[in-house]
């Protein structure tokens, strides 16, 4: 082996004679991207020529009616986009997910040299990470700049030697590429720490799939479900001591990441369960998943974060994304994670100028798929033949911050490029020089026909079980304007531009054929999902809470806004509708009560129509929701996901934003109770009967449970010095028991009937005692973290709750002031121990505080061991 300096200068030569060919290419020529789709006589190119003609063959109107579909399925299933995180407990905005139409067709014979140089690259770049980890061969004898590796922040040095010796490091890659004005595919950005955009490839070909499905049912496309079938095996295979059936879990920033969207898809896809840092704890030698039956060990961890947020003991201490001992568990070979730790420090721009040398250094193999022809400044040669021609490339940080920094010096003014040439003489080695990339174009659908647009395409790459690299037979592409395109925006997925399928046409071979697993041992029988994470639970407790809470609200408003709808007020009318503001008022959803004298004023009206607009308690309720939602997405059937997401917010549309319109005002609360209604039919008829369900619902119960003896206490305290009838209209309108009540005793109207039927009587839905009553039976089928029955204290709470319900003497009541007074105490005190109900389920289920203890681990800070469960 020669000395270091001669590795550098061979791969500078290498550089350099690639980089001759490509400037030796006609200037002119190369500035014009060409079009897949027509060749350069203005011909349809014959792959293409199916689509084109099947296109051509619809009738006029049927592609507006497509794109709508494809409109309302993104809108019905929330795939959304969110811009990066910027305040940290904000969440970012979302904005909607553009797609088109058209796919990006790659014929079979272009497809698999495309393939064949992507499992080429991953082969260099893994066997380059692990001597990077490991030997380090190649910093020794020069092959690769120790600058790049040792300056780097992204080289983690906890992670050196965590991995035994030859073990593979990288598992998933992806590739941005772009076809350059010569007809040939490069790489624009490899992606090696936590490659995204592999599960909105699915979403992608559902979309399509159903909105042309006469063209895509008769098209020779490649399947994707192979792909992600041997990635599910191959996962299963890193399994330690090769666990038949191992816990894999998919660990995410959470719902305000940029692709969290995807996170959930591809979760479903492969089969793991989708877990956030505080969803894991490290204890001794194990990485354990927090759930409601206690916690259990984790054996595969495929990031979704980049490396070094995984183990804030060890690698970034900032982190709240990870969990501490994660490196430990790696090392001591009771977890494997896809990728491996430390993939991040080859993510940099100036790995492309080494590539080809270490293609040949490690495989004794010429680079198949070149890369965007790129200049490291570190050394002399390179630096000046990349600045010797500034009007077609871009200036990069070596480490940039992000895919998109960059900078155009023919776009600086003369004083800004001078300043940035005088940074790259003093500190050269901080930057790089690349081509800009000058991508081909690809149709899209706009404005009833067809426009080339300039394409980005993102293909993946997967490890096999056995050792192999495969290659997704299909992709992820982006398009946009050429202005959006001029630099690296295309490259982040947080950037705009429109997303499209790319089909892959089948050879002679056909689809990938997929081994069979191994068999594996008898499962065991289960009818119970334990391994529900304590933090889904939590929100979908809460998410059951703010739901019913939001109903709760927009029924006092419906019941105060329809009576002034109606016109003039009787004298009845104004005693309910003055009730009913003070109680609105106790609630937050009005400032101040209205007097009696008044409530026919435009005071009220005024302030009713301003409680539904944005901004106010109603609508905070409404976000509040929607804020829970993606967190338990993974856990929701579509249909629930289509009430929650679309419905609902097509319900806040229509509320009249502070216009004194009652009409309006009234018409929005009814489309929002039903949709809330709705919700409620979906979770009794279409959940399964698991924990996850019983944490929603009991979030539903608890709240309708406190709302209606609120309520009853709150029309009992203001009927006692005047006539009862209002108050108990009132009762049976907000508990939805009125037709009940008919039912049973016609139009007369008393007090024990009355409140028989909303606070005694189990077998009304609405009443009191129903509520508490599901409220045990959900505690009692609940096992706690140690496996017996639920904490005593929650089902002595509920138990005392039901007491005070049962000791009522209701058939006394009569309006007898002082009975009215001793049953507002009575349910103050069912109130106090629903209250402590709420309490002692959080401490139970989602802090964990008793496992932990039990473990070993006293004297835990509480609000720590909590922390990150709290909606």
């Known amino acids: ?278 969803d894991l704890t490290v204890r001794g030698d194990h990485v354990f998943l927090k759930t409601l039956s206690g916690l259990h060990p984790v054996d595969v961890l495929l990031r979704r974060i980049d490396s070094e947020y995984t183990d804030p003991l060890e690698l970034r ?87 998109t920094e960059a900078f155009d010096p023919m776009a600086m003014d003369e004083m800004a490029r001078n300043a940035l040439l005088a940074d790259i003489a003093r500190r050269p080695h901080e930057f790089v020089v690349q081509e800009k990339p000058i991508p081909s174009t690809t149709p899209v659908w706009s404005n009833g026909r067809m426009e080339p647009r300039p394409l980005i395409l993102r293909m993946f790459v997967i490890a096999t079980a056995d050792g192999s690299y495969t290659v997704l037979p299909g992709g992820f592409a982006r398009v946009g304007t050429q202005e959006q395109f001029s630099g690296l925006e295309a490259l982040s997925l947080a950037h705009g531009g429109i997303s499209k399928d790319v089909w892959v046409l089948t050879a002679a071979e056909g689809d990938t054929v997929v081994p069979a697993p191994p068999p594996a041992p008898p499962l065991v029988l289960r009818r119970s999902a334990g391994e529900l994470p304590s933090r889904v639970a939590d929100n979908l407790y809460w998410l059951g809470r703010y739901a019913e809470r939001a109903d709760n609200a927009a029924r006092l408003l419906r019941c105060c806004i329809s009576r002034l709808a109606e016109g003039i007020l009787g004298p009845r009318e104004r005693t309910e509708v003055a009730i009913l503001s003070s109680i609105l008022a106790e609630r937050g959803l009005l400032d101040r009560p209205v007097p009696e004298a008044l409530v026919d004023g435009p005071v009220l009206v005024s302030a009713l129509t301003r409680a539904c607009s944005p901004g106010q308690a109603l609508d905070e309720l409404l976000v509040a929701v929607g804020r829970l939602l993606p967190g338990v997405r993974d856990r929701l059937s579509p249909d629930l996901l289509h009430v929650l997401g679309p419905r609902l917010d097509h319900a806040r549309s229509k509320f009249p934003n502070g216009q004194r319109d009652l009409d309006g005002a009234l018409d929005a609360l009814d489309s929002l109770i039903i949709v809330l209604a709705a919700l409620g039919g979906m ?111 929650a089902l002595r709470l509920a138990h005392a709750a039901m007491a005070v319900i049962w000791a009522l003497e209701l058939e006394f009541m009569g309006g007898n002031p002082a009975v009215v007074r001793r049953l507002d105490g009575d349910l103050f005190s069912a109130e106090q121990h629903l209250a402590g109900l709420n309490d002692a389920i959080t401490r139970t289920f989602f802090s964990h505080i008793k496992a932990l203890q039990t473990l070993g681990y006293s004297g835990i800070d509480t609000d720590s061991a909590a922390q990150g469960f709290a909606p």
């Open 317 to 403: 201490p900032d982190s709240a994304l990870g969990a501490s001992g994660i490196m430990q568990a790696i090392r001591n070979k009771t977890l494997a994670v896809g990728n491996a730790i430390g993939c991040g420090v080859l993510e940099t721009p100036a790995l492309a100028a080494f590539l080809p040398w270490l293609a040949r250094r490690l495989l004794g193999e010429t680079l198949l798929l070149p890369s965007l022809p790129s200049w490291w400044c570190g050394t002399s040669g390179p630096r000046e033949d990349g600045l010797r021609f500034l009007d077609n490339r871009l200036i990069r940080r070596t480490f940039p911050s992000s895919a």
């Open 683 to 793: 979770v009794a008829e279409n959940m399964t009967r698991h924990a996850g369900w019983r944490f929603l619902d009991m979030g539903r119960k608890l709240e309708r449970a406190q709302f209606t003896s609120g309520i009853l206490r709150g029309l009992a305290a203001r009927t006692i010095p005047g006539p009862a009838e209002p108050g108990l209209r009132l009762a049976l309108e907000l508990c939805d028991s009125s037709i009940t009540y008919r039912s049973r005793y016609r139009t007369v109207l008393q007090s024990h009937a009355v409140l028989d039927l909303v606070i005694a009587d189990e077998g009304n839905p609405r009443s009191l005692a129903h509520q508490i009553g599901r409220l045990i039976d959900h505690l009692g089928k609940l096992p706690s973290p140690d496996g017996q029955p639920v904490a005593q204290m």
């Open 1 to 278: 082996m020669g000395t270091g300096g001669e590795h550098i200068q061979q791969a500078t030569v290498d550089l350099i004679d690639e980089h001759t060919r490509v400037d030796s290419i006609d200037r002119q020529a190369s500035a014009s991207p060409i079009d897949e789709m027509v060749d350069g006589e203005g011909q349809i190119r014959s792959h293409w020529q199916s689509l084109v003609g099947s296109i051509c063959s619809l009738p006029g109107d049927v592609m507006g009616e497509r794109i709508e579909r494809i409109h309302r399925h993104l809108e019905e299933n929330g795939i959304t986009r969110r811009a990066p995180i910027g305040t940290p407990g904000v969440a970012p905005p979302t904005a909607p997910w553009e797609f088109d139409l058209l796919p990006v067709i790659l014929p079979a014979q272009e497809w698999e040299a495309l393939a064949q140089g992507l499992r080429q690259r991953a082969t260099v770049i893994d066997a380059t990470l692990r001597d990077l980890y490991g030997a380090q061969t190649l910093l020794a004898d020069g092959s690769y700049p120790a600058s790049l590796v040792l300056g780097n922040r992204r080289f983690l040095r906890a992670a050196r030697h965590a991995l035994k010796p030859g073990t593979r490091f990288l598992h998933a890659y992806a590739a941005d590429l772009a076809r350059g004005p010569d007809g040939q595919w490069r790489v624009v950005a490899d992606r090696l720490d936590a490659p995204a955009g592999s599960g909105f490839v699915l979403e992608n070909r559902l979309v399509l799939a159903r909105a042309l499905p006469e063209i895509f049912r008769t098209a020779p496309v490649r399947r994707l479900r192979p792909f992600y079938e041997l990635w599910q095996q191959a996962l299963q295979a890193m399994a330690p001591a090769h666990n038949d059936n191992p816990r894999m879990v998919l660990l995410t920033p959470g719902p305000f990441s940029e692709t969290y969207v995807e996170h959930a898809s591809l979760a479903r896809e492969l089969n793991l369960i989708l877990a956030e840092g505080a």
